[in-house]
């Protein structure tokens, strides 16, 4: 069967086994070598790095999905630090006897009219789960690189789509 390797950013990321998608290659090639001017390169890569940088990568995404937008009441909210000391705000000032705020502006910058303190809660919480459910991939992910023991393991582990 055809080996291919899937390079990005002149680095052999992945080795397939079949199909159409990267480059075909001989036994020779091993995730990690260089690819410059058509020609494959090993390159002794030093784990700790990799492993470092794998973790950077790995926070780095858990931080984009904590703050990507949150889809509540059929709008989509923002979910990034000011959003949520916003929200958090006007529910401690309405428990505090405030009136409600009359609207809350979307993402799309749109009002949506305001009748009950629960509309803002269920922003929160959607927010509350998003990130939590980042932390948890981050967590197994950071488990599964603790885990691995050679270059090829610390390579396979993703963000999942």
């Known amino acids: 069967m055809v080996k291919r390797a899937i390079i990005e950013n002149g680095i052999v990321k992945k080795i397939l086994l079949g199909g159409s998608k990267g480059i075909e290659v001989d036994d020779t090639v091993k995730v990690g070598d260089i690819y410059e001017d058509n020609s494959f390169k090993s390159k002794e890569v030093d784990i700790g790095s ?45 428990n505090n006897g405030l009136p409600l705020t009359p609207y809350w502006r979307d993402s799309t910058n749109n009002n949506m009219v305001l009748t009950d303190i629960q ?27 603790n885990a691995a023991s050679n270059i090829d393991d610390i390579f396979l582990i993703e963000w999942p789509q």
């Open 50 to 94: 990799l492993r470092n940088d794998k973790k950077k990568y790995i926070e780095y995404h858990r931080d984009l999905n904590i703050t990507k937008d949150v889809h509540v009441h059929g709008r989509y909210w923002q979910a990034n630090s000011k959003s949520i000391t916003l929200l958090n705000n006007e529910i401690t000032a309405y």
């Open 119 to 145: 509309q803002l809660i269920d922003i929160v919480n959607a927010i509350k789960i998003q990130t939590e459910e980042a932390y948890v991939i981050s967590w197994n992910l950071k488990d599964q690189l």
